[in-house]
C-alpha cells in the first residue's frame, strides 16, 4: 500500500505532481507514491481505488496551486466547494481518516491562504505545517520535504528496488523530467494571472562580498538561448541583490510558440506578438570563485501584464567581466538549457 499520496489540481499542477512523483518514487520506490494518471489500472472505479488508496492513511501531500483552490466550475462556483471536486474529496477522506498533511506552496502563491476563508475540508490546512515546491529551487525544496517524510517513518527503498539505482535526497531532487511545454503553458497561462516575485539573497555560506566593480553584473546584456534565439536584456546589481529586465521579444514568427498563440488567442481574442524577462535574485560569490547570479524569472505578455511561465536563471561571470554561461530554467517544460550572456559594449 502507498504511504505517499499525491493530491492536486491537473490545470495547473500535473506537471509538478509528475516530477515530484518520480523524484520520490526513485528514493522511496515507485509503489509507495501514489499518483491518480500514474497508478490507476484501466477498468477500475477510480473512485473507489483512491478511497481505498485513503483508507491506508498515507502521508497526503497536497500541492497548493493558484487554480487548486481557485478553479470554478461553469457556473463560476469554487469547485472546492463542491462536494463532488476529487481534491476535496481527497482531502476530506485523508482527514477523516487521520493521515497527515503536508500543504506544499507551489509557484504563483507567495503565501499560504488564510485557511479560515475557505470551505471545510480546506479550512483545516492550517492545522497542518507547510514547505515550499519552487521549480527555482527544486533541489533544496525536495530535499527537506525528504527530510520531513523520513522524520514521519517513511522509510527509503533498498538499493535497486526502485528504478535505476539508489538514491539520495540530494541526487533525487537533481533530477528534471520534461512536459510539453505548449499544454503546459497553456496551463499555466490559465492557472494565474500576474505576480512579481521578490527573492531575498541568498549568498553562499563565507561567501565574499561582491558589491566590488569587478564583480558587478550591472549594465546591458545580449543573451543567446539557440541558434536563432537571442534576448536584449539589461541588469542593475546593488550589493548582492540583482533585477533583470529585457527588452520585448518578438515570438510572432517563432514555430515554439504557435500552439500557445493559439491558446492565448482563442481565449483572451488578440494575438501574442511578445513577451518581456523580469526577474530578481542575488548575486553570490566564494572567495577566489566566480561571481554567481541566481535570479527568479517570470514571463510577461508583451504589451500586458499577464504572467505566461516562470522559471530561474543560473548563471556565471567570466573573469574579464564580460560574458556569462549557465542554464535557463523553465516550469512550463520542466527542464533546463544553457544559455550565454554578452556584455554590450554600450554599458560600459
Keep these: 500500500m502507498a504511504q505517499l499520496f499525491i493530491s492536486y489540481r491537473t490545470s495547473d499542477g500535473r506537471d509538478k505532481a509528475t516530477a515530484l512523483a518520480r523524484d520520490l518514487g526513485a528514493l ?18 477510480w473512485r473507489d481505488e483512491i478511497a481505498a488508496t485513503l483508507r491506508g492513511r498515507p502521508v497526503l501531500l497536497l500541492l497548493l496551486t493558484p487554480q487548486l483552490l481557485a478553479a470554478t466550475d461553469e457556473h463560476g462556483r469554487l469547485r472546492i466547494a463542491d462536494p463532488a471536486d476529487p481534491v476535496r474529496r481527497e ?31 480546506f479550512d483545516r490546512i492550517g492545522e497542518f505545517t507547510w514547505r515550499p515546491l519552487r521549480a527555482y529551487d527544486w533541489q533544496h525544496d525536495v530535499t527537506r520535504l525528504v527530510s520531513d517524510l523520513r522524520a514521519l517513518g517513511i522509510v527509503p527503498a533498498p538499493q535497486g528496488a526502485s528504478q535505476g539505482s539508489a ?24 492557472a494565474v494571472g500576474w505576480y512579481t516575485r521578490q527573492v531575498p539573497p541568498a549568498a553562499l555560506d563565507g561567501a565574499s562580498s561582491v558589491a566590488d566593480s569587478a564583480g558587478d553584473v550591472s549594465g546591458a546584456w545580449l543573451a543567446t538561448l539557440s541558434a536563432d534565439e537571442t534576448l ?27 500552439d500557445y498563440r493559439k491558446f492565448w488567442r482563442e481565449r483572451f481574442g488578440s494575438e501574442l506578438e511578445a513577451v518581456t524577462y523580469r ?8 572567495p577566489g570563485d566566480d561571481l554567481v547570479i541566481d535570479i527568479a524569472l517570470q514571463i510577461f505578455s508583451s504589451p ?11 548563471s556565471r561571470l567570466a573573469a574579464d567581466g564580460k560574458s556569462m554561461t549557465g542554464t535557463l530554467w523553465l516550469n512550463s517544460q520542466q527542464a533546463e538549457r544553457p544559455i550565454r550572456l554578452q556584455r554590450l559594449a554600450t554599458s560600459r
Design 28 to 45: 522511496f520506490g515507485d509503489e509507495q507514491v501514489f499518483l491518480d494518471k500514474d497508478d490507476l489500472r484501466a477498468g477500475v472505479r
Design 91 to 121: 482531502v476530506a477522506d485523508a482527514l477523516h481518516g487521520g493521515a497527515h498533511l503536508i500543504p506544499l506552496l507551489c509557484d504563483g502563491l507567495e503565501t499560504p491562504p488564510d485557511a479560515a476563508t475557505l470551505p471545510a475540508p
Design 167 to 190: 538514491a539520495t535526497p540530494e541526487t533525487v531532487a537533481r533530477r528534471r523530467w520534461p512536459v510539453a511545454a505548449a499544454v503546459a503553458l497553456a496551463l499555466l497561462a490559465l
Design 232 to 258: 536584449s536584456l539589461s541588469m542593475r546589481q546593488t550589493g548582492e541583490q540583482v533585477e533583470l529586465n529585457s527588452r520585448p521579444l518578438a515570438i510572432a514568427q517563432r514555430a515554439d510558440w504557435a
Design 279 to 286: 526577474g530578481k535574485g542575488s548575486a553570490s560569490r566564494l
Design 304 to 314: 500586458g501584464e499577464t504572467m505566461v511561465d516562470s522559471g530561474n536563471l543560473h
